[in-house]
């Protein structure tokens, strides 16, 4: 495939995802937010996480997705991971959408020391703070009102500190 023909087909799918006249019709979702709770499981420590996250959707076929999520300590590591995630939601039925997930992470773990006695419990720490990027995809179902349940599951991509993650959330909708 020629240059030319990869810019094209990148042009044409930059305008599917923005809008374009699906945008307006009268099942558009534009503006759409929700505020969610997850929980899931990360692989790098082999530990359950939780996610506080919020999306706004700008057309029909794209909404960005921040979240944070906290992986509790195992193995005497513990994380904060901040995502900003790109979706593209893919309707497969009247209540329920499929989508791709890529985005942009900052993950900061913290290795905790021994504990040097078990009566003063001291915990000394210390942490590496890294970029990396997220890939995965996720469902939705919607149901009648302002609920919506959905899961994902994704990679992240980071040096020396990456893993799988799944996770089921319950959202608010606005």
């Known amino acids: ?34 505020v969610s709770l997850g929980v899931g499981y990360h692989s790098f420590n082999q530990s359950a996480l939780a996610e506080v996250g919020f999306t706004y959707r700008f057309s029909t076929y794209f909404r960005l997705a921040p979240s944070v999520q906290y992986v509790f300590r195992r193995h005497n590591e513990d994380a904060m991971q901040i995502n900003l995630n790109a979706e593209v939601p893919l309707p497969v039925a009247a209540r329920c959408d499929i989508y791709p997930l890529a985005g942009l992470c900052y993950t900061s773990w913290n290795h905790h020391g021994t504990l040097l006695n078990p009566d003063n419990n001291r915990d000394v720490g210390t942490r590496t703070s890294r970029l990396g990027i997220n890939a995965g995809a996720g ?4 149901f009648p009102g302002a ?20 996770v089921a959330r319950i959202a608010y909708a606005f």
Not at 151 to 164: E, I, L, Q, R
Request: proline share 2%.
């Open 1 to 34: 495939m020629s240059l030319r023909a990869w810019i094209s087909a990148a042009a044409m799918c930059v305008a599917l995802i923005s809008g374009g006249p699906v945008a307006k019709s009268a099942n558009s979702y534009r503006g759409e937010k929700t």
């Open 139 to 142: 469902f939705n179902i919607r």
């Open 147 to 166: 609920l919506r349940l959905g899961a994902s599951a994704g990679y992240t991509f980071v040096k020396g500190y990456h893993g799988a993650f799944v």
